[in-house]
Structure formats: structure tokens, C-alpha cells
């Protein structure tokens, strides 16, 4: 992989401040809630600065407190932040969530990003120069559905160009956002202008299966379909590598995808095989599954190194419940064979 810069990933995208409410309920019925911060490409950039890469996320955010928040917030994991803008004129996005899964109809998400500050962000107002400086530039479908200024922002980035970074793309369709129905036809343009591509089953265009996916998608060198609780597949070249996923003791779902995609490319940064990205990339979704919140710290790597070499039938038999990345168990203690 060549190396465009001082940063081994650039993530371009919106983060907010998230509320979590302090104890079950219904948005109506919740007394208090406890602040965070969520977003897809700064999650990524902080799982990565946790685990020793060099990182930096660019957005916009508002001149306000949540703005101030948000910025020390993902600085603090070490990511470098100074190519976040403050717009005086647009608030920071904000949103509430119960504590229950997203995939439940009792789960209740209330955004309030509209008009926010990163939804203004343009080629304009972004310094590309900025953004190019890494040896991977990772972006989500969530940008380019903000605004019409976003999607202009990604189309240039996602663009062929001599010399561009690797071009990493998590399709992330969130059908709540698009303004028409267009959104899952833009993603797939997109999608096929990246280098490396992370998409859903359940998102890939009603399509059946991964190969279905990659007959869609015949561009990028290398495609990532995450089928759920089965695994994922990974084409690249003539090649399709699929790996099972882990049996975990699920806490909570939010921000396993975003894991998922920083354990991939940690992985594609050490230049480890293709079965053993896949590997990470599960091992880092399960830190995320196992504990609450968005954004959680990855395994550390000689733990997750030891556990991406296991045997087939050990790794299809490990079970990893909430814990199991603290470094202070002896061997084994963090696994659990299913029956």
C-alpha cells in the first residue's frame, strides 16, 4: 500500500452527541440520559487511534458546547482533529436513543441533525489537500446523504485520480435519510468508485446473496459482505474468502459495523491475509457487541493476533461474552466452546 501522508487513515463524516438514557424505558418515560458521542467515520478513526494507528477525522461542527464536546471527545483517543471546521451559523447534530437494539420495533431513535453543521460540508469548504494525506480514506453512505453539498463532497473523493489513497467505503444505508428514492441507486455509483467496499446483506439492493453483490459490484479490489450472524465474505481478485462469525453474549448491536470496518482495516494496514482481516474484523465487532455504547475500545493486538490464528474448529467454537477484552485474564479465560 502507498503511503500519501503522515496518517495511515483519514475518516471524513458526521459525529454527534448522543444521549443514552440511564435506564430502560420509552424516550417519554426516561428520566435522565447520559451523554456520548456517535458516528460512523470518527468511530472507525477512534477504534484505529486506540489500536496505534495514525488517524484523523475532518467534519464540520457547530460553534457551540456540543461542538466543543464532540471535537475534545474523539481528540481524546488521539485522533488528529484539526481539520474540523466550526460553523457559527449551524448547530452540532444531536440525537436519543433508548437502550434497547435498533432491530426491535420497541427501539426509539430521535434525531435532530437537520440543518446541521456537517450537512453544509462541500468540496468548497473542505480542504482536500487535508483529507488525501493518509494511506486509506475511509467515508460512509451516511455523508452523502445529508445533503446535496455532501454528495457532491463524496463523488469528488471517490473519484479516479492518479496517486488517490486507498478508498474505503462503507455503503451504510440509512433509507431515513435520503431525500427521494434514489439513495440505494447513488450508493452503488458509489460503491463502485471505491477501492474497498463494506456492505450489508440486508442493504445490497435486494440482491441474493454475496456473489449476486459482487456480480453488482465488479470494481472494487476488494468487496466485504457482512451477512449478519453468519459471517462475512470477502471478495478480492478471483478469490472469495469467507469467514464465520464469533458466538457472542450480545450487550448491545450499536456501533458493531463500524468495528467491524476499523478491525478489517487495521488489519489490511499490517498487510495480514485476507482470512485474518475478516478475523479482526469480527474480533473487533464482538468488543463492540459485548459492551454498551457506541464506541469501545478494541481488543488490544497480541490478544486479538492469538485469537485470528486459532484453528477453524477452535474459532467456530468460541463464545465471547461481556469482558473478554480485559487484558488482565490468563489465556483462555475470554473463551467459552459453545456445546
Known amino acids: 500500500m502507498t503511503d500519501h501522508g503522515p496518517f495511515d487513515v483519514v475518516a471524513l463524516g458526521e459525529s454527534m452527541v448522543t444521549f443514552l438514557p440511564t435506564r430502560p424505558g420509552r424516550l417519554a418515560d426516561v428520566p435522565s440520559f447520559d451523554r456520548g458521542i456517535g458516528g460512523a467515520e470518527s468511530n472507525v478513526a477512534c477504534a484505529l487511534?486506540?489500536?496505534?494507528?495514525?488517524?484523523r477525522w475532518v467534519s464540520r461542527v457547530g460553534a457551540d458546547g456540543f461542538g466543543d464536546h464532540l471535537v475534545a471527545a474523539v481528540a481524546s483517543y488521539g485522533v488528529d482533529v484539526s481539520h474540523v471546521a466550526r460553523?457559527?451559523?449551524?448547530?452540532?447534530?444531536?440525537?436519543?436513543?433508548?437502550?434497547?437494539?435498533?432491530?426491535?420495533?420497541?427501539?426509539?431513535?430521535?434525531?435532530?441533525?437537520?440543518?446541521?453543521?456537517?450537512?453544509?460540508?462541500?468540496?468548497?469548504?473542505?480542504?482536500?489537500?487535508?483529507?488525501?494525506?493518509?494511506?486509506?480514506?475511509?467515508?460512509?453512505?451516511?455523508?452523502?446523504?445529508?445533503?446535496?453539498?455532501?454528495?457532491?463532497?463524496?463523488?469528488?473523493?471517490?473519484?479516479?485520480?492518479?496517486?488517490?489513497?486507498?478508498?474505503?467505503?462503507?455503503?451504510?444505508?440509512?433509507?431515513?435519510?435520503?431525500?427521494?428514492?434514489?439513495?440505494?441507486?447513488?450508493?452503488?455509483?458509489?460503491?463502485r468508485r471505491a477501492d474497498l467496499v463494506f456492505v450489508g446483506e440486508d442493504e445490497a439492493w435486494g440482491l441474493d446473496g454475496p456473489r449476486a453483490v459482487r456480480a453488482a459490484l465488479p470494481e472494487p479490489e476488494v468487496l466485504i459482505v457482512k451477512q449478519g450472524p453468519a459471517g462475512a465474505t470477502a471478495f478480492h481478485g478471483p478469490h472469495a474468502t469467507f469467514v464465520p462469525a464469533l458466538h457472542v453474549d450480545v450487550v448491545a448491536e450499536v456501533g458493531a459495523g463500524d468495528a467491524f470496518a476499523a478491525g478489517f482495516l487495521s488489519a489490511t494496514l499490517r498487510a495480514l491475509a485476507v482470512r485474518d482481516r475478516l478475523r479482526h474484523g469480527h474480533l473487533w465487532a464482538a468488543a463492540a457487541l459485548t459492551a454498551p455504547g457506541d464506541l469501545v475500545a478494541p481488543p488490544a493486538r497480541d490478544h486479538a493476533d492469538r485469537l485470528a490464528a486459532l484453528d477453524d474448529g477452535t474459532w467456530g467454537r468460541l463464545r465471547l461474552g461481556p469482558g473478554w477484552t480485559d487484558d488482565t485474564r490468563q489465556p483462555g479465560e475470554e473463551e467459552v466452546p459453545t456445546p
Open 49 to 55: 487511534a486506540a489500536a496505534g494507528h495514525r488517524t
Open 87 to 191: 460553523d457559527p451559523g449551524r448547530p452540532t447534530g444531536v440525537y436519543f436513543r433508548t437502550a434497547g437494539d435498533r432491530a426491535t420495533d420497541a427501539h426509539e431513535v430521535a434525531y435532530y441533525r437537520a440543518g446541521s453543521a456537517a450537512s453544509a460540508m462541500t468540496p468548497g469548504n473542505v480542504d482536500l489537500t487535508a483529507v488525501r494525506q493518509a494511506r486509506i480514506l475511509h467515508l460512509s453512505g451516511i455523508t452523502a446523504a445529508l445533503s446535496d453539498g455532501c454528495l457532491e463532497l463524496v463523488r469528488e473523493l471517490t473519484a479516479p485520480r492518479p496517486g488517490r489513497p486507498l478508498v474505503s467505503f462503507d455503503v451504510n444505508h440509512r433509507p431515513g435519510l435520503w431525500r427521494d428514492a434514489d439513495g440505494p441507486a447513488l450508493l452503488r455509483d458509489l460503491a
